[in-house]
Every structure is written in C-alpha cells, then in structure tokens.
C-alpha cells in the first residue's frame, strides 16, 4: 500500500497529539502538587503573559468596585455581612474550583469585581467584597482578619471594629490600604481566574 506524504504526515501528527495528551496528565499531575511552590516563584520579570494582572491593576481594581448592582439599602456592617454571605449573592466556591485544578494549600485571593462576577469565592473573598463595599456605601476603610474558625484557617471582613464570626481566632489583621498588594500576593502572579462555570 502506497502512502502519499500527506498521510503520513497526519499519522504522525496523530501520535504526536495522542503522546502530548498522556505527557500532559503525567506532566499536569506533578505540577498540581507543586502548583503553590511554582506560583510564589513566578517573578513579574519572568511573567510575559499580558492577561496576567499587574499589582497596579489589582490596585486599581480594588479602588474602583462598582457596586452599583448591589442594592442601595445595604450599607450597615449587619447588612453587608449578610449580603456577602447569603449564598444566594456569593455561593462558596474553593480556590481549587475557581483555578480549575485539584485542591491545594494556597489561598487565591480575587478582588471583589472577579467574585461579583462570578457570584462566587471562598471566605477572604467574600470578606474582600463586603470590605469594598463597606467603603463605597459608608466612606469607612476595615481592615481583614486572618485567623482560625473551629480549627480551619478562615478570614472575616472587620468593619471598623464589627466582624461577625463567632468563636473566630484572630491570628493577624492587615489593614485596608494594604490589601491591594496582599490580594496581588496571594494570587502568586497567576493573573486573572476564569470565571464559575456554574
């Protein structure tokens, strides 16, 4: 049987493809378990990929919520903590789902635009929501705290000296003007996450 060069070709891109699939689940398995040691090691000089966010535009993202779709009535620590946590405005959603890749030890942080638009994140992200919001509806900057709940590691919006979170275990509390490089820091220079497929 005669083969033309065209087929041959595509026969051996066929197993080329076919041995890219098996190296990548090979290469993929490794790297979800090294995935928090390779993201802190990123360096922005390294990042060429312009989807990545730069610490300024998580900066300015986090000064420019619009929140303008929440309703104007919510503006009491009471009622923001209510609203960030009703599942019904942001469903909990792990950093793993939200990346797309296997659980691990490494805290995604999002500023509140990417959680809104996805009505998802886990607690510093709801937490980082209801702070921007606090902000824009009562002109007040709150702090985050970081610390345990029931033995797990947890975060809760602290507006001006209410946080809402029984048996919580304050470890550490970063200020509100320093949020926008702690957000930038804990996305290990990964960028922009997808948005829920939910």
Known sequence: M??????????????????????????????????????TSCSDAENSDTSRKTEWEICRDWYNFDSTKIPLGIDTPVGIDDFVKDENNIKYISDGKILGIPSFNFNFWSVPSETMARHGGDCEDRALVGLALYYRRTGKKGSLLLGKYKGDGHAVANYCGEWYCSDFKKEREIPWNDLPSEIYHHRGNLGQPPASKE
Do not use: D, N, Q, Y
């Open 2 to 39: 005669h083969v033309t060069e065209k087929e041959r070709i595509h026969f051996l891109l066929m197993r080329l493809s076919a041995f890219k699939m098996k190296l990548g689940k090979i290469i993929l398995a490794g790297i979800s378990m090294l995935l928090p040691l390779l993201l």
